[in-house]
């Protein structure tokens, strides 16, 4: 299959409205037939030194870097041979000395208006040697964060842009022991500080995905979450739909935590009051990998990972004419297209779409690279009668791919590949299109069925089978412990004898029910703490309205005790006409 590449440089700054600057536009690169090792479209395979070549004499570290900003957008095929900056940059970084200098020219020189800033700091810092604990000591006292520094050069924002990427790539990078230890407390204020509304929205942006990565540490998780940080983003979640990009993504990034990790007790999950009526077709959130975004609507994805994420629909088809749009909300490197049953999706080694002979990007390309590419919307035709793709940008028609069908026939999704930070919203049919083509087509949303329970997509924060099975396992030894059984038994017979078999409920009634919250429900999350570190309970009941099945029938009445005042009721009329509770017969 023939590869040609289309690079489209055609607006400015971080996706906002005040850009500046603007790149050639349509500038193209061929690439050799050959492909031998599929990986990121811009990660260069890394190569060490030879047993006999001498290190490379050490250069400036920001002509270095800025180098490397500049070359990588040429970087398209997986047998070039990586630019000569970026090898002595990881030459340097082998060394504590280096490391530090690589880190802090990222922060200083990397400008705003290069949509590939962040993206270079997560490629550079990821191939570089992990950092000591030394190091990682002196880059803290260098910086010397805290939330007075998050106001100091507010109109200056490219600096605090690159601080907050360099600390995400550290926080994902680094586990345990080192992220606890980086996000001092210092840190901690600098990134909540740089969520208020006086920051520049990138900064904003780039705080909450580094606040998002130090919450991988349990422990960090905790603490973040204990800073009152889902108030904010309670705040920045109203920008989900603003028609500024830039403050959409810092809204989708704020409705994902707040879905997924800094819960916020009241709160209604997204995905249970999303509307989803009209939705038969949306993407696969079920054969993704955890560090994919993907919207509670199933529509619209995102990529914060240092890994090469993919996704496709969840509709496949065989035969006919079919028609897709996606919007373009970030610049950079994305691959979107159509794959089949067979294509490879191998994130960490970088097989994205059009990464192989069984799917096809934009305009042929098994490797697509827009940069600045800013409100777009591309079309995605595929005809199976003719034997043909067609791609559209902004309604124009670009040439006709048809030499994927040497290898596939048949069994085609519409599917995308993302690097690091970009987002994309996808429309099968569920709304008007904004370029539909003159000819005949069919939509995956006339023509796909989803049923109720499979259009949701549940928070990643609900445990997985495994724990949750887990979790159960404890959850029986706590309620069998005589500790609990008393506790239960002396509240029980505190209260029973205000409740009688009336539909009128008292005004006592709730006073007791939160006095019963407050103490057992409290008494087996503190034990299941003491067992699991980081459980969270709200996650937890979340996930027991799906898996009711799962678990022993009584251990869910208990635990529905705690949220539904109809069954708290019932729980004391039973002790009051049986003089037992109905969980210790069977566990008594």
């Known amino acids: ?108 020189v990397i400008p705003l208006e290069d949509p590939l800033g962040p993206a270079v700091i997560t490629l550079l810092l990821d191939e570089c040697p992990l950092p000591t604990k030394d190091a ?206 067979d294509s490879k999706f191998l994130n960490h080694e970088g097989y994205g779409i059009g990464d192989d002979e069984y799917s096809c990007a934009y305009d042929g390309c098994r490797q697509l690279i827009w940069y600045n590419a800013r409100r777009d919307t591309i079309g995605f035709l595929l005809d199976l009668q003719e034997k043909q793709m067609i791609f559209y940008l902004n309604g124009n028609q670009l040439p006709a791919e048809k030499q994927v069908f040497s290898s596939a026939v048949s069994g085609f999704f519409a599917a995308a590949s993302f690097m690091s930070y970009q987002q994309c919203e996808f429309n099968f049919g569920a709304k008007p299109f904004k370029y539909p083509p003159a000819m005949k087509f069919s939509t995956f949303n006339d023509y796909a069925f989803l049923t109720a329970e499979e259009k949701i997509i549940l928070p990643s924060s609900t445990p997985s089978h495994e724990e949750f099975d887990i979790v159960v396992g404890y959850l029986e030894d706590i309620i069998m412990d005589d500790d609990f059984q008393l506790i239960q038994r002396s509240f029980l017979e505190k209260h029973y004898q205000e409740f009688d078999d009336s539909e009128e409920n008292k005004l006592i009634y709730t006073d007791i029910f939160n006095e019963y919250i407050s103490l057992v429900e409290k008494y087996i999350e503190e034990k299941l703490l003491d067992r699991i570190r980081g459980f969270d309970m709200v996650a937890f009941t979340v996930s027991l309205q799906q898996r009711k099945d799962e678990m022993p029938g009584d251990i869910f009445d208990l635990l529905l005790t705690f949220t539904d005042f109809l069954a708290f009721k019932e729980m004391f009329l039973e002790y009051r006409a049986f003089g037992e509770i109905k969980v210790l017969k069977v566990f008594g």
């Open 1 to 108: 299959m023939g590869n040609s590449c289309v690079c489209r440089d055609d607006s400015g700054a971080e996706d906002n409205a005040e850009s500046q600057g603007r790149q050639p536009e349509n500038s193209r690169a061929h690439i050799p037939e050959a492909r031998s090792h599929p990986r990121d479209p811009v990660r260069p395979p890394r190569r060490g030194r030879g047993p006999h070549e001498p290190r490379r004499k050490k250069q400036n570290v920001d002509g270095l870097v800025l180098d490397t900003l500049a070359v990588i957008r040429t970087l398209v095929d997986n047998d070039q041979e990586p630019p000569y900056s970026m090898i002595t940059l990881h030459e340097m970084a082998e060394t504590d000395e280096g490391w530090l200098e690589v880190v802090q020219s990222l922060i200083r």
């Open 136 to 341: 990682l000591q002196k880059l803290t006292e260098i910086l010397n964060l805290s939330g007075a520094a998050a106001c100091q050069d507010a109109c200056h924002p490219a600096k605090h842009r690159n601080t907050t990427a360099v600390l995400g790539c550290l926080a994902e990078k680094l586990a345990g022991p080192a992220s606890i230890g980086l996000l001092s407390p210092g840190i901690l204020e600098y990134l909540l500080q740089s969520l208020n509304f006086q920051s520049h929205p990138t900064v904003m942006l780039f705080a909450l995905i580094a606040l998002e990565k130090f919450a991988q540490t349990s422990e960090n998780k905790m603490t973040v979450s204990e800073s009152c940080i889902s108030d904010q983003l309670i705040l920045l979640e109203k920008w989900t739909d603003n028609p500024d990009y830039l403050k959409r993504q810092v809204g989708f990034c704020a409705q994902w935590s707040l879905d997924n990790l800094f819960l916020k007790e009241g709160r209604q999950f997204t995905y249970e009051k999303v509307d989803l009526t009209n939705i038969r077709a949306m993407l696969n959130s079920n054969d993704v990998s955890e560090y994919l975004k993907i919207s509670p609507h199933g529509l619209e994805a995102r990529c914060d990972a240092s890994s090469f994420e993919s996704v496709r629909c969840t509709f496949c088809v065989d035969s006919g004419v079919w028609y897709y749009e996606v919007t373009v909300i970030t610049s950079g490197v994305m691959q979107i297209g159509w794959a089949t049953k």
